[in-house]
């Protein structure tokens, strides 16, 4: 350690130095922590988008599964409809005829037009 006497040459760092003495290794320990730091967020940012990338693929997956699915089912419904309405109804007569195909029928724009 450097003499602070008022005649002896001094720099600022010897007067930190002799003001602070456990401020370098204090200071090495804040640099280590900083990094660490800076690369935990760094990490948690990387993690955070890689997970709502997925996120946002599976619904998008899903919402086209979906679509595709309902999509099937209407023309499933369709079709049978048609069948139903040309007398060639996949079910037996009793199911065709029944009173919610009725309804159904009685819903129809084509058959509410020729009843008029």
């Known amino acids: 350690?450097?003499?602070l006497t008022p005649g002896s040459p001094s720099t600022r760092a010897a007067?930190?130095?002799a003001a602070y003495p456990g401020f370098t290794a204090s200071a090495m320990r804040f640099r280590i922590f900083h990094k660490c730091a800076t690369w935990a967020g760094i990490l948690i940012t990387?993690?955070?988008a890689l997970l709502l990338?997925?996120?946002v693929y599976g619904l998008k997956l899903t919402s086209q599964?979906?679509?595709d699915r309902l999509n099937t089912i209407v023309s499933l419904l369709r079709e049978i409809g048609e069948?139903?309405?040309r007398g060639t109804s996949p079910f037996p007569l009793e199911v065709a005829k029944s009173p919610i195909s009725q309804k159904l029928e009685g819903m129809r724009p084509e058959l509410k037009s020729n009843s008029r």
């Open 15 to 17: 007067v930190a130095r």
């Open 83 to 85: 069948k139903i309405s």
């Open 1 to 3: 350690m450097r003499d």
């Open 46 to 48: 990387l993690l955070a």
């Open 65 to 67: 599964v979906e679509a």
């Open 53 to 55: 990338l997925m996120v």
